[in-house]
T-cell receptor, first 116, second 110 residues
């Protein structure tokens, strides 16, 4: 079964704890992305990676960290420094990194994180 | 700075009525725009891209550079069109990435 997988579907943590969200793809895509989806705010980019061992901050990177040690994996850690971590997190990937008529991002099913 | 604006949080229409979901953008370069859709309990997925000038599920969107708009249109709404729609802008400034609008929830009523 090909595509992007995210685990777990639901995650509950206590305030002050770091938590890592998993994102795996077997599409052989070069680029991977992490978004946060909040009601009324759309999707906001947290981090993205266009190639293994390289990643860039998105628009709301504070309180988050990532790694890209393998092409198929792009885990996101939500640290205790993130002030409002409760949200729905979406991972995506794309085969291309540049614009063009084949550019498309493929999304995972998401992880809903609740921090209390 | 690049920005995508979707002014309507919710759009409610009757089945068979025309639909127009508004999207305006701000970008200094040559824009490349997309519409993504999220049906209930499904993943976010690409609906259409302006560069392909395609019609998907009866939806079309024309890029109007003069008005900096990329509105999504369908002449006759169907119940299965009910979903969350996001307009997105691909830009290269500061890295190759998409900027999404805040989304419009389309509800098609019988």
């Amino acid at each position: 079964d090909g595509g992007i997988t995210q685990s777990p579907k639901y995650l509950f943590r206590k305030e002050g704890q770091n938590v890592t969200l998993s994102c795996e793809q077997n599409l052989n895509h070069d680029a991977m992305y992490w978004y946060r989806q909040d009601p009324g705010q759309g999707l906001r980019l947290i981090y993205y990676s266009q190639i293994v061992n390289d990643f860039q901050k998105g628009d709301i990177a504070e309180g988050y960290s990532v790694s890209r040690e393998k092409k198929e994996s792009f885990p996101l850690t939500v640290t205790s420094a993130q002030k409002n971590p409760t949200a729905f997190y979406l991972c995506a990937s794309s085969i291309r990194v540049t614009a063009g008529d084949s550019y498309e991002q493929y999304f995972g099913p998401g992880t809903r994180l609740t921090v209390t | 700075a690049q920005r995508v604006t979707q002014p309507e949080k919710l759009l409610s229409v009757f089945k068979g009525a025309p639909v127009e979901l508004k999207c305006n953008y701000s970008y200094s370069g040559s824009p490349e725009l997309f519409w993504y859709v999220q049906y209930s309990r499904q993943r976010l997925q690409l609906l259409l891209r302006h560069i392909s000038r395609e019609s998907i599920k009866g939806f079309t969107a024309d890029l109007n550079k003069g008005e900096t708009s990329f509105h999504l249109k369908k002449p006759f709404a169907q119940e299965e069109d009910s979903a969350m729609y996001y307009c997105a802008l691909f830009h290269t400034g500061g890295g190759n990435k998409l900027t999404f609008g805040t989304g419009t929830q389309l509800k098609v009523e019988l």
